[in-house]
T-cell receptor, first 114, second 112 residues
Framework: DVKVTQSSRYLVKRTGEKVFLECVQD?????MFWYRQDPGLGLRLIYFSYDVKMKEKGDIPEGYSVSREKKERFSLILESASTNQTSMYLC?????????????FGEGSRLTVL | KNQVEQSPQSLIILEGKNCTLQ??????????LRWYKQDTGRGPVSLTIMTFSENTKSNGRYTATLDADTKQSSLHITASQLSDSASYIC???????????FGQGTELSVKP
């Protein structure tokens, strides 16, 4: 079974803190994604990566950065957390190509910024 | 603008009853349509993926239909169970950049 593991299920951080969200997948997938999910807005793509050290901005990249140093690991970084970044963050992975590869999600990381 | 609209926003049914969730999309060019189930506080899990040429696809008590001409899909749940209580998300992929467009989901609650 494909497994996408997110390091933290729940986090509480203070405004201005640097936040790291880690995601690891064990199926050798090329593509990895970070989404945020807010009530009434559905899932919105923050960043995705189609290969090691490659990254592409999604629909809402502002305030976020990502790192993919190894194929299995994709990290989301909030350089200076703000209250409007309180959300559920979902990591996903898929095979190529982007439009047909089945998407596998992690369990999510619920971040609260105070 | 590529959009995916789901209806209803929420639905309450009694255990054992059937229900149908709707998904309309304006994504073009179309690649495939997916239905996901998301339990509260968990990540979405894939139910079905349908391409242009597929009209119906089943996964146990879940049956998805696709009408590519009218750009509509439905997810039919037969003999609902309490464990079917979840959010159901429709996702459409385009055939150009491979972008996935997510619907806002339908919140289903199955009551005993």
């Amino acid at each position: 079974d494909v497994k996408v593991t997110q390091s933290s299920r729940y986090l509480v951080k203070r405004t201005g803190e640097k936040v790291f969200l880690e995601c690891v997948q064990d199926m050798d997938h090329e593509n990895m994604f970070w989404y945020r999910q807010d009530p009434g807005l559905g899932l919105r793509l923050i960043y995705f990566s189609y290969d090691v050290k490659m990254k592409e901005k999604g629909d809402i990249p502002e305030g976020y950065s990502v790192s993919r140093e190894k194929k299995e690991r994709f990290s989301l970084i909030l350089e200076s957390a703000s209250t409007n970044q309180t959300s559920m963050y979902l990591c996903a992975s898929s095979t190529r190509p982007l439009n047909t590869g089945e998407l596998f999600f992690g369990e999510g990381s619920r971040l609260t910024v105070l | 603008k590529n959009q995916v609209e789901q209806s209803p926003q929420s639905l309450i049914i009694l255990e054992g009853k059937n229900c149908t969730l709707q998904c309309n999309y304006t994504v073009s060019p179309f690649s495939n349509l997916r239905w996901y189930k998301q339990d509260t506080g968990r990540g979405p899990v894939s139910l079905t993926i349908m391409t242009f040429s597929e009209n119906t696809k089943s996964n146990g008590r879940y049956t998805a239909t696709l009408d590519a001409d009218t750009k509509q899909s439905s997810l039919h749940i037969t003999a609902s169970q309490l464990s079917d209580s979840a959010s159901y998300i429709c996702v459409v992929s385009d055939n150009q950049g491979g972008k996935l467009i997510f619907g806002q989901g339908t919140e289903l609650s199955v009551k005993p």
